[in-house]
């Protein structure tokens, strides 16, 4: 099995326990040069708000999008925009990346900003 399928598998598997829960989701995608947010209603059918490192905002307070500096801001952004929606709890939907690094930084940085796991 090949990495990025064994990641998909992962991601799946995650979703459907985040769906019988019923929660609102915190989806994140990571790339080599990027990281995306968002915030996905509970049955899944609208994301509610997103951000990520292509934000113009966001990438002028930046050096490089691609690092854990950049995913701690962009965790932070999602989590002020989340609170201004009315939302505080969430169930963090990782697609199937290990939670460390640029993963790991976005959840921390959304939780000190309020956001509840």
Known sequence: MDKHIARL?????T?????ELGMVRLCVL??????YAQIISS????????ASTLEVDVKSQLKSTG????AAVVGKR???????????RVAFDRSGFQ???RIRALAEAARQNGLAF
């Open 99 to 101: 939670y460390h690094g």
């Open 43 to 50: 049955d899944g059918s609208s994301v509610l708000t997103s």
């Open 30 to 35: 990571r790339t080599n040069e990027h990281i």
């Open 15 to 19: 979703r459907i326990r985040i769906s």
């Open 78 to 88: 999602i989590a002020e925009k989340a609170k201004l929606i009315g939302i505080d």
């Open 67 to 70: 690092n854990i500096a950049a």
């Open 9 to 13: 598998r992962r991601a799946r598997k």
